[in-house]
């Protein structure tokens, strides 16, 4: 089936500190996954993504890992900014590839300066 | 590019209207999503188009929802008989290919039911 479980549903970090962010997918043939943040009253916006090809991609002061045997990746913000608080959700392609994506509970990150 | 485009951004409607959600994708982009979001259900995929067809409407709640796709360039989605429990933030987005091609979220609307 297609399932997507991320976790925690709520952290809470201070100024500098390191968040981590954790998606379970069901479908073991996924090969792309995106992480979008989502501002208070904004749009779902994408922040980083990566394919099953590769274990880890890094972008300034995020990061995502893969583990594909697992079936599990994560998203690494480090140094963390009171600007990083917002919701963060994981996304993983529906079965069979197709167009869609399924996407996580989110994850509500707060950053206490 | 003026990316996804929602009208209307807010609507306010009383229980029992019909109520006409539209959207514009991305020029170029063949993939067009409905999702809803409410705090209880978060992202929910609601129905998919792939060179406007339908792909996949399983996430359609029930048969109050439609939604269609005339052309590449615009899609509508419609509640009728709306009632309260579709209060909810209903995004349209679009996507250039299938299978692993990131997708661009509109504005939102915004649908409250009374």
């Known amino acids: 089936g297609e399932n997507v479980e991320q976790h925690p549903s709520t952290l809470s970090v201070q100024e500098g500190d390191s968040a981590v962010i954790k998606c379970t997918y069901s479908?073991?043939?996924?090969?792309?996954f995106p992480w979008y943040k989502q501002e208070l009253g904004k749009r779902p916006q994408l922040i980083i993504d990566i394919r099953s090809n590769v274990g880890e991609k890094k972008d300034q002061r995020i990061a995502v890992t893969l583990n594909k045997t697992a079936k599990h990746f994560s998203l690494h913000i480090t140094e963390t900014q009171p600007e990083d608080s917002a919701v963060y959700f994981c996304a993983a392609p529906g079965s069979s590839n197709t167009g869609k994506l399924i996407f996580g509970q989110g994850t509500t990150l707060q950053v206490k300066p | 590019d003026a990316g996804v485009i929602q009208s209307p951004r807010h609507e306010v409607t009383e229980m029992g209207q019909e109520v006409t959600l539209r959207c514009k994708p991305i020029s170029g982009h063949n993939s067009l999503f409905w999702y809803r979001q409410t705090m209880m259900r978060g992202l929910e995929l609601l129905i998919y188009f792939n060179n406007n067809v339908p792909i996949d409407d399983s996430g359609m709640p029930e048969d109050r929802f439609s939604a269609k796709m005339p052309n590449a360039s615009f899609s509508t989605l419609k509640i009728q008989p709306s009632e309260p429990r579709d209060s909810a933030v209903y995004f349209c987005a679009s996507s250039l290919e299938t299978g692993g091609n990131t997708i661009y979220f509109g504005e939102g609307s915004w649908l409250t039911v009374v």
């Open positions: 479908d073991s043939a996924s090969n792309y």
